[in-house]
């Protein structure tokens, strides 16, 4: 008689637990577009959620502390002309937030301390490359100033915000929609997945396809793919029969997945979120009601299914927060800011101990705010491994700002390129320019004419 030996995991009993209601965030008019992004962003001092905005695209960004109904005339960032697609946080500034809108630009925007008291339409530089809609952004890990973006062009850009300029632009790889795209841990790699049926890592600073996998999910629906322990690379998609699958790889090895899980018959994209302290990885489906999580092993199956967080409403997006955000004292390893109709709403994941002592367990030393390396430092060749702090002396959620290096040189020099990128560095006011501008204006006209 065989026994069943449990395999022993100290992530085997983390729960999840909604928060109460007055530490939600509620009549919020969360967008209704239809785009596989995840509409919310989140790090130790502000939440910020795209909202529906009539005439153009917005976005809402909130102090964390600021819970309850929120005012319908709170002030928003609305710059863009088109709707919002994705937004996210500069991991080496607090204040520092990107967004990619149906408008074919990229902002860089600048909340100042406390949030937002009046409407913000100036962004500090906008960044403008892609001839279509751009849908995902992601920052460099690593390098200051850093910023991948993803268009529906089928175009990746690599951009140099304190510069205002597109160093890399990798356009003759993807021949459909790009799905999602990310960095490995010190970004020295680039994945993405494709409509093509196609998952690729690519060289970012070259540009070249350095390993490749078609069809690494049988389903026609989107796949969306993640880095992480040791290089490899976690999938999740779905199968001919439209079951929904999560499956890991070893890019040296793309024959084969190392393994391949069947989870339900949704229809809802898996958004993959990736602890590489803790080896947890979540999946939160658009709309879905539940997160599962998992964690990734060197033992097969290597993806082992650890516990799920149900709820009564389904997410219409999931904002996911850094670890140097988390509550260390009361043993919570992940936050979620869960986006519902007309509410955000925070999921604490916590693993039960009795001890009050800080966890070293739990808590490894983990990415901090401070950069490696500079951008153009980077984009020469240059990698580094992020900058690890320890949490143990309560490096907890908090707007004190001795806790984070702010960049001044950021913002000194975005300021100056965010006037002049767009048009090679002349300013309109310039007489000389302005005559050349009206001379072919006028050139425009007498073709238009011919024609």
Same mark, same amino acid.
């Given at each position: ?11 085997? !009993? ?50 964390? @502390? ?13 710059? !863009? ?34 949030? &937002?008291? @009046? ?10 490359? !892609? ?61 993405? @997945? ?22 690494? !999910? ?44 069947? &989870?339900?018959? @949704? ?58 955000? %988390? ?60 900058? %690890? ?63």
């Amino acid at each position: 008689m065989s026994r069943k030996v449990v395999r022993t995991s100290k992530f085997r !009993h983390v729960f999840g637990q909604a928060v109460k209601a007055d530490q939600c965030y509620d009549d919020i008019r969360i967008s209704q577009m239809t785009w596989d992004s995840n509409f919310c962003s989140v790090n130790p001092k502000f939440v910020a959620m795209i909202v529906d905005a009539s005439g153009g695209g917005a976005f809402m960004v909130l102090p964390l @502390s600021k819970t309850g109904r929120i005012d319908m005339s709170y002030p928003t960032v609305c710059g !863009h002309t088109g709707p919002v697609l994705d937004i996210e946080f500069c991991p080496h500034n607090d204040n520092i937030i990107a967004s990619g809108s149906e408008d074919c630009s990229v902002m860089i925007w600048e909340i100042p301390e406390g949030g &937002l008291t @009046s409407p913000l339409t100036d962004p500090v530089v906008k960044l403008e490359g !892609h001839s279509k809609r751009v849908g995902i952004l992601s920052w460099h890990p690593t390098a200051h100033n850093v910023l991948l973006s993803a268009g529906c062009d089928n175009v990746v850009i690599l951009w140099n915000v304190a510069r205002g300029e597109a160093v890399v632009r990798i356009d003759s790889v993807h021949t459909d929609l790009i799905y999602s795209a990310c960095w490995n841990r010190d970004g020295s790699r680039i994945l993405t @997945s494709c409509k093509d049926k196609t998952m690729r890592v690519l060289d970012p600073r070259k540009g070249t396809v350095l390993f490749e996998k078609e069809k690494p !999910h049988e389903g026609s629906r989107p796949v969306r793919a993640v880095f992480v322990s040791d290089g490899k690379i976690l999938s999740t998609g779905f199968s001919r029969m439209s079951e929904r699958q999560v499956a890991l790889w070893d890019p040296k090895n793309f024959g084969e997945p190392l393994t391949l899980q069947e &989870l339900d018959t @949704s229809s809802g994209v898996l958004l993959p979120f990736f602890d590489p302290d803790t080896g947890v990885v979540y999946l939160c489906g658009k709309g879905d009601s539940s997160i599962r999580y998992f964690e990734v092993t060197d033992e097969a199956p290597y993806v082992h299914y650890l516990s799920m967080f149900s709820s009564k409403e389904s997410q219409k997006g999931m904002g996911y927060m850094p670890k140097r955000g %988390l509550e260390v004292n009361k043993c919570e390893i992940a936050r979620f800011y869960k986006l519902h109709e007309r509410k955000c709403e925070p999921i604490v994941m916590t693993v039960p101990r009795k001890s009050d002592l800080f966890q070293e367990d739990l808590y490894p030393d983990t990415v901090g705010p401070e950069p490696s390396v500079e951008a153009d430092e980077w984009f020469e060749g240059k990698d580094a491994p992020p900058n %690890l702090i320890s949490l143990k002396d309560g490096f907890v959620a908090t707007t004190k700002a001795k806790e984070f290096k702010v960049h001044k040189s950021l913002l000194k020099t975005t300021t100056a390129s965010a006037g002049n990128h767009d048009n090679g560095g002349v300013s309109l006011l310039d007489p000389q320019c302005f005559a050349s501008v009206l001379e072919l204006t006028k050139r425009v006209k007498e073709l238009e004419s011919k024609h």
